[in-house]
């Protein structure tokens, strides 16, 4: 099964750390599952930006990003060439490293 190995996050995830997650799985719903509450005010439908990661190894095993998330993408608080929503971004065969940003466009977080 590959690995999301998370760098630290101050708040979601302060040692950083590797998860399991299964092929097909998206990294928002890995995240989850495994108690790292990243934010995903759309609840996943691909309407925001809240949990958008940075992908710094690992970013072709998860497909290409279609026209909707890119253009939420433009939007993103510290967008990079390799940033993707994760609730979009699917886990493929190989192991992931990703980044939380540190801030997102919402202002108030929401209990997720």
């Known amino acids: 099964m ?8 101050a708040s979601l995830c302060p040692e950083g750390g590797d998860i399991e997650a299964p092929t097909g799985t998206s ?3 890995a995240l989850l ?11 996943m439908s ?3 930006t809240t949990c958008h990661v ?5 970013y072709r095993s998860l497909g290409e990003p ?6 939420l993408l433009d ?5 990079t060439p390799t940033s993707r929503l994760s609730c979009q971004a699917i886990v ?8 939380i940003p540190k801030y997102t466009i919402n202002h108030a977080r929401e209990n997720h």
């Open 33 to 43: 599952d495994h108690g790292i509450a990243i934010e995903h005010a759309c609840e």
């Open 75 to 79: 939007k993103a608080w510290g967008l």
């Open 66 to 71: 279609d026209e909707i998330e890119e253009d």
């Open 27 to 29: 990294i928002c719903e």
């Open 54 to 58: 940075v992908v710094k190894q690992g």
């Open 92 to 99: 493929g065969t190989e192991d992931v490293t990703i980044e």
């Open 46 to 48: 691909c309407a925001c």
């Open 2 to 9: 590959p690995i999301i190995h998370i760098l630290p996050h």
